[in-house]
């Protein structure tokens, strides 16, 4: 008996020691969104993540992750509910609850859209996390995922900067192939991607040049990428989405090709 309490009490401080972790990480993410390059991503996340809610629908929005304070990006979000996961009890969100990604107080098929901002990228089981998302989202219900690139100038400078333990440098940068393999197992289809920054993670934007031919030439470069993502009713796994098979549609967003469509 003493061996099981024991067990139990190290158990349960090792997830308290995670959480305390991964709230702090959550924090030092806002301060990095609040000055320069982070400022510069902010921004651009804050359009992308607008133009993709704009037309969800339902009455449950979950956001695990955090942009600062300026949440007008969901000004236009029809979904009329929207609660902010948090390992912080103070925030100056209208509704929070606590809790994290890989064990959300949410119930099951209980919630239309999901928004993870950087969750993946410092999440000690970013698997785990997108369970417990297919987990709460209703049939046809939305998962919209901003990550870091690993395969971009920012995951280049990510191999130079990660032993520091720096902020976004710590953090396992998912790629989005292994995103779309993730979603796929778990019943979804990636109907919209956005992507930028494939300058170097510099303080001062420059390059602006680069950036609009990015986005027409080499997506799979860029070094933030945003993703929506459908749960299906059917768990018919449907055919993987490539870098090579996307192509831009408007200024910003990206979807799959016609050739994509016909072989679907």
């Known amino acids: 008996m003493r061996h099981g309490g024991s067990s139990d009490g190290s158990t349960m401080s090792q997830s308290r020691t995670r959480d305390k972790d991964s709230s702090e990480t959550g924090q030092r993410l806002v301060d990095w969104f609040a000055v320069q390059p982070g400022t510069r991503i902010a921004e651009q996340e804050r359009a992308a993540l607008a133009a993709m809610v704009s037309d969800l629908f339902g009455y449950q929005l979950l956001q695990l992750g955090e942009l600062g304070a300026d949440t007008a990006y969901l000004a236009n979000c029809p979904i009329s509910r929207k609660t902010l996961v948090s390992h912080r009890v103070t925030t100056g969100s209208a509704s929070v609850i606590v809790g994290e990604g890989r064990r959300l107080p949410v119930a099951s098929d209980s919630v239309d859209a999901v928004l993870l901002i950087h969750t993946l990228d410092f999440s000690p089981d970013p698997h785990q996390v997108l369970r417990e998302v297919e987990r709460v989202l209703i049939p046809e219900g939305r998962v919209i995922v901003a990550g870091f690139n690993p395969y971009s100038l920012w995951g280049l ?8 333990g720096a902020i ?12 779309n393999d993730w979603l796929t197992l778990l019943g979804f289809r990636i109907e919209r991607m956005d992507v930028m920054e494939f300058r170097p993670p510099t303080r001062k934007g420059r390059f602006e ?16 990428y ?5 749960k299906r009713v059917s768990r018919v796994t449907p055919i993987r989405q490539h870098w090579s098979r996307l192509r831009v549609v408007g200024p910003r967003a990206i979807e799959p090709t016609v050739r994509e469509i016909k072989d679907a």
């Open 157 to 164: 400078w990510r191999l130079f900067g990660r032993w520091r």
């Open 168 to 179: 976004p440098w710590c953090g396992h940068f998912l790629s989005y192939p292994r995103l």
């Open 209 to 224: 040049k680069i950036e609009i031919v990015g986005r027409r030439v080499w997506p799979m470069l860029a070094g933030v």
């Open 226 to 230: 945003v993703v929506r993502a459908v």
